[in-house]
Every structure is written in structure tokens, then in C-alpha cells.
């Protein structure tokens, strides 16, 4: 297990960047927004406790355990792998501008070109909107694609989005995995 960053150490995980989790021909790419100042100090995606990605992708059947954020490594094991929109830590995802998630987009197409992923999981659908000028988006499938790979939206599983309680999320995230058969 990883040991809880202290708060200097998340005060200079700002602007730090995260390795993503990548291999050619994955399944589904999940594609967070950015990493937050947990993820950044730790070096792993979705890292915050109480953030619900690593529960709802277990609970949806991605994972047949409940994986922690310090064994994202294991993902390519079941097909899948997570990148972000934006590389570098804030304390905030509404610290990222339009100019810089429009980019954030530009480089995900890249990524997905070079991975071949069959879907492309977007976990936030304001951050898609903005990124792909897709206004009107909505979670679930989308009509557009990402290269070749479809296009997923899903709740953003941060433990501030109270919209989405972690059965909700993890039904959204088993909608996207029924899709692949």
C-alpha cells in the first residue's frame, strides 16, 4: 500500500504529470479528466480515497477483485488502460481552461491512434463536451468516434460528483462493458 501523502507533498504535486496505463488493442481506454494533487503525489490515477472509479469498475465485472489505485499496472491484464484529457495535477478539475481541454482532446485522438482501443471512456461529460465541442453530450454511447474506437461517457467518479452514488456509477460502468460483447 502506498502511504497518504502528506500536505506538503500535495502542495508540490501541482502541474505534476502521471504516467498513463497504456498497451496496443485494449478493450476500453478510460480517459480521466486530469489527475488530481493525490494522484499527482502518489503517481497513480484516481489515487483519492473516496474517489469510486477503482470500486465501480470492480462492481460493473471490468475487475474480478477490487483493484487499488497502486496496482493500475494489472489493467492491461483485463483489456483495459487509463490515460487523462489533461496530464498535469490540480487541486481542481475547474482549474482547467477550455484552451487547454481542447488540446487535452487533440492529444487524446494521438494516443488513440497509436493504442488502437476499441472504446475510448471519457469519465466526465463536461470535460468531453468542452474538449470535443460536443455541447449537447450525454453520458453514455456517443455517435462520434475517437479514430476508430467508439466513444463512452461515464460520471465523473470523483467523491464530489453527488449525482452519482456508486451503484449508479457502477450500473453506467456495466452498461459500457455489456456494449463490448
Known amino acids: 500500500m502506498v502511504p497518504r501523502p502528506t500536505r506538503d507533498q500535495l502542495a508540490s504535486a501541482k502541474d505534476r ?3 498513463d496505463v497504456l498497451a496496443p488493442g485494449l478493450d476500453v481506454l478510460f480517459c480521466g479528466i486530469n489527475p488530481g494533487l493525490y494522484s499527482g503525489a502518489t503517481g497513480h490515477h484516481f489515487a483519492r480515497p473516496g ?3 477503482w470500486p465501480a469498475l470492480h462492481l460493473s465485472g ?5 483493484l487499488r489505485p497502486d496496482e493500475q499496472d494489472l489493467l492491461p491484464t483485463f483489456g483495459l488502460g ?10 481542481r478539475a475547474d482549474e482547467l481552461g477550455v484552451a487547454e481541454l481542447t488540446a ?8 488513440v491512434a497509436e493504442y488502437c ?13 468542452t474538449a470535443f465541442g460536443v455541447p449537447k453530450a450525454a453520458i453514455g454511447p456517443q455517435s462520434e468516434l475517437i479514430e476508430s474506437a467508439r466513444v463512452w ?23 459500457l462493458r455489456e456494449s463490448l460483447f
Open 117 to 129: 482501443p476499441r472504446v475510448v471512456a471519457v469519465v466526465g461529460v463536461t470535460a468531453y463536451r
Open 104 to 111: 487535452g482532446g487533440e492529444r487524446l485522438c494521438r494516443v
Open 51 to 53: 474517489n469510486r472509479f
Open 62 to 66: 471490468f475487475t474480478p477483485r477490487l
Open 82 to 91: 487509463v490515460t487523462n484529457l489533461v496530464a498535469r495535477a490540480t487541486a
Open 153 to 175: 461517457v461515464l460520471p465523473n467518479p470523483s467523491g464530489l460528483n453527488a449525482h452519482y452514488q456508486l451503484p449508479d456509477l457502477a450500473a453506467e460502468f456495466r452498461g
Open 17 to 19: 504529470t502521471i504516467a
